[in-house]
C-alpha cells in the first residue's frame, strides 16, 4: 500500500510559478513510476506529467512540455512538479499518482487527495 500526500497548492498569478510535492509512505516509490495528473471544473482528469523512479525519465503532456518539470528526491521519497510560466488554463486540482510506465503512464489506484492551483489573469 502507498499513502501519497501532496503538499498546499495556491493561487498564483498568471506567468507565475508554484511547486508541488508528493510524499510516499507506507512503501518507497523504488519500484514505480509517479505521476501528476490535474482535473479542470467540468473537464475529465489529465496526465499531466510522469517521472520513472528508477533511472529518473521524464514524460510530459504537451500543454505543460517546457514549461512544468517533475523531479524526485530519493532521500525524501518525494517527487515534486515545478510549474512555471503559468497560464489561467493551468488552473485545476493536481492529483500524484503511483503508476507504472509502459508507452505510457498506466495508473495505480494509489491517488494523492488532490490540491488546488489557481493561475488567475
Known amino acids: 500500500q502507498v499513502h501519497l500526500v501532496e503538499s498546499v497548492g495556491g493561487l498564483v498569478q498568471a506567468g507565475g510559478s508554484l511547486r508541488l510535492s508528493c510524499a510516499a509512505s507506507?512503501?518507497?516509490?523504488?519500484?514505480?513510476?509517479v505521476g501528476w495528473f490535474r482535473q479542470a471544473p467540468g473537464k475529465a482528469r489529465e496526465f499531466v506529467a510522469a517521472i520513472i523512479w528508477s533511472g529518473g525519465s521524464t514524460y510530459y503532456a504537451d500543454s505543460v512540455k517546457g514549461r512544468f518539470t517533475i523531479s524526485r528526491e530519493n532521500a525524501k521519497n518525494t517527487v515534486y512538479l515545478q510549474m512555471n510560466s503559468l497560464k489561467p488554463e493551468d488552473t485545476a486540482v493536481y492529483y500524484c499518482?503511483?503508476?507504472?510506465?509502459?508507452?505510457?503512464?498506466?495508473?495505480?489506484?494509489?491517488w494523492g487527495q488532490g490540491t488546488q492551483v489557481t493561475v488567475s489573469s
Open positions: 499518482n503511483a503508476g507504472y510506465w509502459s508507452g505510457q503512464y498506466y495508473p495505480y489506484n494509489y
Open positions: 507506507g512503501r518507497t516509490f523504488n519500484s514505480y513510476a
